[in-house]
């Protein structure tokens, strides 16, 4: 691993930068920071976040974010855009795009199993998400692409996520289901058909009925997205895709970067940089013996005998060794994981106060990129 060198290579080099790690590791700052580096390096770049909390668009100084590019404003010689991804907006768009006519998105777009699907059905937030990507990667808008994802595991998700949909749309049974009319019905097995008798008499027939006329609607579709999912997977593959894992000095996201590090090789997607948020300061050496300059350090001030200023600075060495503790026990975890990683290792320290403006992504972006 390489160390201190910064990321700024990959900023100038990338055109996709994947930012993973557990909830609370400052990824969303490190996303937009890494994007505002891209633009102060003269290059277009856009960051993304798949969290529909409000972290992206307060750390960037907005009010909200939607699902289309949004331009912020700063004296960089590049460009800095910002979305929020809206999974049912970005699915309703490809139901549009791949559908043969208006009246047979329509059909799918107003079908109340599509509804519940886009809102409940596990993956899809992060298939989306895949496909935002994609989009932006492919408008030819942007030089770089910063992207934001959940919290580890369901990063994971997001990766796995075009995979899962081929699988899908070529299971058996959902072919089936997209003949063309109710008589294949019969061609599905028996345990199907029990599958669809039991839903129907749990959630009742209507729910049977909207589960064909979406499959009948969404007939001759099919293969625009399975087209469309490999080619998501393939850029997730691309050389001009970075995965960066992001982590704090904590034993359990420490255990994080371990488990996703892991999954990555097996991959063969290797982790491009490591950045480890606020970590304590190290100073170097054991705590001073502080005691013995309370007498200097009191003299001129009136407000502290002798003895008070000796119970200050007793108070200060103790602090000091705590922190020194600290810092060790957070260089311990910065040890145990950056021995997996092939990339860059980045530390950012411990800041005076938490970023929530541009000025204070400014900071960051100077320590990401060893400015």
Not at 351 to 359: F, N, P, W
């Amino acid at each position: 691993m390489t160390a201190g060198s910064g990321i700024l290579p990959l900023v100038e080099s990338k055109s996709i930068i994947i930012c993973c790690g557990s909830g609370g590791a400052g990824k969303t700052t490190t996303s937009a920071a890494i994007a505002l580096a891209g633009a102060e390096a003269g290059r277009n770049t856009c960051v993304v976040t798949i969290d529909p909390a409000r972290r992206l668009a307060d750390s960037l100084g907005l009010e909200q974010l939607e699902n289309t590019p949004k331009e912020i404003k700063g004296d960089w010689p590049g460009k800095l855009s910002a979305v929020m991804l809206d999974a049912k907006g970005t699915f309703d768009d490809l139901v549009r795009r791949y559908s043969g006519d208006s009246e047979q998105a329509g059909r799918i777009l107003s079908n109340r199993l599509y509804r519940n699907l886009t809102s409940a059905l596990a993956g899809t937030q992060e298939y989306m998400a895949a496909e935002k990507l994609y989009e932006l990667h492919e408008s030819g808008t942007f030089d770089l692409v910063v992207v934001d994802t959940p919290p580890t595991r369901n990063a994971l998700d997001f990766l796995d996520a075009p995979r899962r949909l081929t699988h899908f749309l070529e299971n058996r049974v959902f072919r089936l289901l997209l003949m063309p009319t109710r008589a294949s019905l019969k061609a599905l097995t028996m345990a199907a058909h029990a599958l669809l008798r039991t839903v129907s008499k749990v959630a009742g027939a209507e729910i049977v009925d909207d589960a064909v006329a979406f499959f009948r609607a969404f007939e001759g579709m099919e293969e625009g997205f399975r087209d469309r999912a490999r080619r998501v997977e393939q850029l997730l593959e691309d050389e001009g895709t970075a995965f960066l894992l992001v982590a704090a000095p904590r034993r359990d996201s420490v255990d994080e970067a371990h488990f996703f590090a892991d999954r990555l090789a097996e991959a063969h997607q290797p982790v491009a940089a490591l950045v480890v948020n606020r970590l304590h300061p190290r100073f170097g050496g054991g705590a001073p013996g502080l005691g013995r300059y309370a007498g200097s350090a009191s003299e001129g001030v009136s407000e502290l005998s002798r003895e008070e200023a000796a119970t200050a600075l007793e108070a200060l060495r103790r602090n000091w060794e705590e922190l020194e503790v600290v810092a060790e026990r957070e260089e311990g975890f910065v040890e145990s994981i950056k021995s997996k990683i092939d990339g860059t290792l980045v530390r950012v320290p411990f800041l005076e106060q938490d970023v929530h403006d541009l000025g204070g992504l400014s900071l960051v972006a100077r320590h990401l990129t060893g400015r």
